[in-house]
């Protein structure tokens, strides 16, 4: 073994090569895989602002090998559509042009009627896959549901794949009106801000609401209700222009401040109930949960990023 005068070029330089060649891509539409998500964030893009947050090399090597599920999985089905007499169709942007809405759903399948479906396919890794696997993301949820009502289906499926082992859950869905009227008034409030130069709301930087946890044999229990850091803020890749660069540990320190306050009521001595309950020994909710926002997992299931 010996050393080299020369610094030679590493596997991170190859990873940082190939996400610096990435396209730029104008955005003229709300995408459907933004919904759910922070409304201000999605205007940005659209505006074609700077990111505040970069994306790491880590990340979009997840990203990729989410490229690499999608293809392997589509690639199944394109064999069964010569085999079956499938028609199908990949990756095809989807409009709605009232609402100014686009998307690319990765699988159609058009014919004949007993299959007709849209799957959209997610890739993830081992403790992401514990939360989807007993439930879908709500952003991805609507961003399948936002597939089926621009191209007029009834059917779809939610597919997700652990990365790091071969495992899926598949989420079987119909069609949900009151999924797409949320939908629409997201909507609704986006392009009325994009036609008036308003910006749209900010989310709360917390949420109050119960997570779960898994025990040793990988079952979903629920903790009780904790604030902690919205993830539609946490994961908006323009939040600091609203609110400060160092805007995530100040909210982290107060969430950790409400969570010691919100302990010591509950431990606190009741005379009506036992320790930290209210009228009839039930827990109580902190009046900082007013107006809180409900959030997923905050976990973000890894995919083509579609434009």
């Known amino acids: 073994m010996h050393q080299t005068a020369t610094k030679r070029l590493t596997h991170e330089d190859a990873r940082q090569a190939l996400l610096d060649a990435r396209p730029d891509w104008e955005q003229n539409n709300w995408y459907s895989s933004a919904l759910g998500g922070c409304m201000r964030g999605h205007y940005y893009a659209r505006k074609g602002e700077e990111r505040t947050s970069s994306l790491d090399t880590k990340t979009f090597m997840k990203m990729e090998y989410g490229k690499f599920v999608e293809e392997a999985e589509l690639a199944g089905w394109e064999i069964l559509a010569v085999e079956k007499g499938l028609e199908i169709d990949a990756q095809k942007r989807l409009t709605q042009k009232q609402y100014h809405l686009s998307g690319r759903p990765d699988l159609r399948i058009l014919a004949p009627s007993e299959e007709k479906r849209i799957i959209e396919i997610k890739a993830t890794n081992t403790r992401s896959f514990m939360y989807v696997k007993n439930k879908p993301n709500p952003t991805h949820v609507k961003q399948l549901q936002s597939y089926m009502w621009m191209d007029n289906m009834d059917y779809g499926e939610l597919i997700y794949f652990k990365l790091d082992w071969a495992d899926m859950v598949v989420w079987e869905m119909e069609r949900d009106e009151n999924v797409i009227q949320e939908i629409k008034h997201e909507l609704i409030i ?64 107060k969430s950790r401040a409400l969570n010691k306050k919100a302990e010591h009521e509950r431990l606190k001595p009741n005379p009506t109930g036992g320790a930290g309950t209210g009228e009839g020994g039930h827990d109580t909710v902190p009046e900082e949960t007013a107006g809180a926002i409900p959030d997923s997992d905050g976990k973000t299931a890894v995919g083509t990023e579609k434009k």
């Open 190 to 253: 986006l392009n009325r801000c994009w036609e008036s130069g308003e910006l749209p709301p900010v989310p709360d930087e917390l949420v109050f609401e119960p997570t779960l946890f898994f025990d040793r044999f990988g079952n979903a229990k629920e903790k009780a209700a904790t604030w902690r850091v919205n993830w539609q803020a946490k994961y908006c890749n323009y939040h600091k222009l609203c609110v400060g660069e160092n805007w995530e540990e100040e909210a982290t320190k």
